[in-house]
T-cell receptor
Framework: DSGVTQTPKHLITATGQRVTLRCSPR?????VYWYQQSLDQGLQFLIQ???????AKGNILERFSAQQFPDLHSELNLSSLELGDSALYFC?????????????FGPGTRLTVL | GDSVTQMEGPVTLSEEAFLTINCTYT??????LFWYVQYPGEGLQLLLK?????DKGSNKGFEATYRKETTSFHLEKGSVQVSDSAVYFC????????????FGTGTRLTVIP
């Protein structure tokens, strides 16, 4: 158990809908990262927050957004969903914003868009 | 830009065989290098890491050495077990950029008794 929790575990929805994925980092970790894992794109970085502020963006679509709250939990919002958004979404956390620090991954949320 | 090239799988080995999974990288700065493992139905777990050239990361019998001259971080284990069956990801985090991880494509390892 990494100490990172993600809810829900599975999500099935229809095209055009909007969903919210939630992540609670390990106790004491200030940095939260979101990654998408799909068969065709592999594991890709989406966005990072550090202590409530957006720190870096990767290959995140404009239809996707995220935030980190004062209690450090984070939410990833996916809107106008398309079939191609079906993937496993991972949240990871680390103590600080440093390339030395390993990231601890949650179990993921499997999103299926029908 | 930053990238990781990882040996394509799948790899199937008999128990107690020697394992090597090749990983090479391209980075603009001085990256930290990681191996993560993903067991079926689970998230990624850190297996080992190295943060500077010539560092050797090791854990659970797995080893990898950070080779700056060959930009490589190959994963090795002397004697694999059935319980090592999983997908292995090589990754880097670059000092010069954001601290997110860049992952290789993953190598699926199956160990048969």
């Amino acid at each position: 158990d990494s100490g990172v929790t993600q809810t829900p575990k599975h999500l099935i929805t229809a095209t055009g809908q909007r969903v919210t994925l939630r992540c609670s980092p390990r106790s004491g970790d200030l940095s939260v990262y979101w990654y998408q894992q799909s068969l065709d794109q592999g594991l890709q970085f989406l966005i990072q927050y550090y202590n409530g502020e957006e720190r870096a963006k990767g290959n995140i679509l404009e239809r996707f957004s995220a935030q980190q709250f004062p209690d450090l939990h984070s939410e990833l919002n996916l809107s106008s969903l398309e079939l191609g958004d079906s993937a496993l979404y991972f949240c990871a956390s680390s103590v600080q914003d440093s390339h030395y620090n390993e990231q601890f991954f949650g179990p993921g949320t499997r999103l299926t868009v029908l | 830009g930053d990238s990781v090239t990882q040996m394509e799988g799948p790899v199937t080995l008999s128990e107690e065989a020697f394992l090597t999974i090749n990983c090479t990288y391209t980075a603009t700065g001085y990256p930290s290098l990681f191996w993560y493992v993903q067991y079926p139905g689970e998230g990624l777990q850190l297996l080992l890491k190295a943060t500077k050239a010539d560092d050797k990361g090791s854990n659970k019998g797995f080893e990898a050495t950070y080779r700056k001259e060959t930009t490589s971080f190959h994963l090795e284990k002397g004697s694999v077990q059935v319980s090592d069956s999983a997908v292995y990801f090589c990754a880097l985090s670059d000092q010069a950029g954001a601290n997110n991880l860049f992952f290789g494509t993953g190598t699926r390892l199956t160990v048969i008794p």
